[in-house]
């Protein structure tokens, strides 16, 4: 599973250590996060997007959905 958190944090400027120290996490639990090799929990998800600044959850969709109804295929 990928996630668009690379494209947003580099079009936002920020590296992944500091996006992990604004949030409170390890470097590397927010590189798994961002590689999708693990899913954050709600409140680091919602504290990652708050970095971003970014209001919806698109940051977490499967990228590799086919097209169609993604809700069915999550």
């Not at 996490?25 to 970014?54: C, D, H, Q, W």
Request: cysteine-free; overall charge positive.
């Amino acid at each position: 599973m990928r996630y668009y958190l690379k494209k947003i944090r580099k079009q936002a400027g920020l590296t992944q250590a500091e996006i992990a120290k604004k949030v409170g996490i390890a470097r590397t639990s927010y590189t798994n996060i961002e590689l999708g090799i693990k899913n954050p929990s709600f409140n680091v998800a919602t504290k990652i997007k708050k970095v971003l600044g970014v209001n919806n959850d698109d940051i977490f969709l499967n990228i590799n959905v086919p097209k169609g109804n993604a809700k069915q295929q999550l």
